[in-house]
């Protein structure tokens, strides 16, 4: 079975009229650009991959003669890896912004 990943915050099957809407449409399409942008600087790393939806400590043992080893993987879902660069965040008034 296929995995669809969605590269688009929103997908239309008319044309987009978001920036149409009274009083709010202005917002409603800036936030829209700023998200998209989001998105496109995840997919120019590479396309999404497994990922362990929920590693803790709680979720992860220590394996006689091998180490630390990842348990409990009902949670796994469709993502990218953690971003190791940080950048401000317009909105936090420079505090850095990353994924967890």
Not at 27 to 36: F, G
Not at 45 to 53: C, D, N, R, T, Y
């Amino acid at each position: 079975m296929p995995t669809y990943c969605a590269d688009k915050v929103l997908y239309w099957l008319l044309p987009d009229r978001l920036g149409d809407v009274p009083e709010h449409g202005k917002v409603l399409t800036e936030a829209r650009d700023s998200v998209q942008t989001l998105i496109d600087e995840l997919w120019a790393a590479g396309a999404p991959q497994l990922v362990h939806g929920d590693l803790t400590a709680a979720n992860v043992i220590e394996a006689p003669g091998v180490g630390p080893v990842p348990i409990d993987f009902q949670d796994m879902v469709v993502g990218f890896p953690r971003k190791t660069s940080r950048s401000p965040s317009p909105r936090s008034g420079g505090a850095t912004t990353g994924t967890r």
